[in-house]
């Protein structure tokens, strides 16, 4: 073989080498880089009926919860990082006035206490999800808190989420019959005739009724839980 055509080859498989190395390493970054900010992203924990999170629908049971675990996560951060300053957590937008944010303190004794700020009075970068702290008159934003708190919040969520499909997978019983009692944003309220607690019957919010089925329902209507899936009781 010409040795300068076997140099060329020999040449041409390193620098294709370099190349698949860079393209792996690029990848692996991309992704991790990805997975991060899912993780650190900011969710909307708001009291919204018709509450979203991760491609699930909330049911007011747990959103409630996840609200609560919200705002003790940030007094604990507060309480624990309380020398660097007062703290307060960019959580909404008000409806009717445009360019500002809503802010909550996180302290236990003023937690229900709500700023609503310009951005032009809040540091640059401030967004939904942000940490800042008071210093003086001025904000300033906590980065590393704002990290933090995202994660732990986010984490909470999941994990709400997880103990949302189990309790209502608990409620799904076979065989049992549920009578609708009101029904609105593709969720349904039923009553399991089967299950009476207390001297009442229990209800449940569910989020996977059918939807052929959830078009025509109307409030009295009596359903079965059979192998999986709601049926209509005739």
Known sequence: MNLDLKNDILKNLKENKFVQDFINELSNYLKNNIENNIDDKWNNLSLNEDLTLYDEKIIVRFRDQMLTNRSKILQNYAQHTKEKGEMFYIYDKPTNQKNTYNLSYC??????????????????????GSVLRKKGENFIIDIEATKEVGKEINSMIKEKIKEQREYLNSKRIDGHIYEVGEKYSGRIWLYDLNNILGGGIEGIEEVEFP??????????????????EYKKNT
């Open 107 to 128: 302290n236990i004794n003023r937690n229900h206490e709500v700023l609503t700020k310009s951005i032009e009075e809040l540091p640059a970068g401030s967004k939904l």
């Open 211 to 228: 939807k052929d089925l959830y078009q025509t329902a109307k409030e009295g209507d009596l359903f079965i839980y059979e192998n999986g």
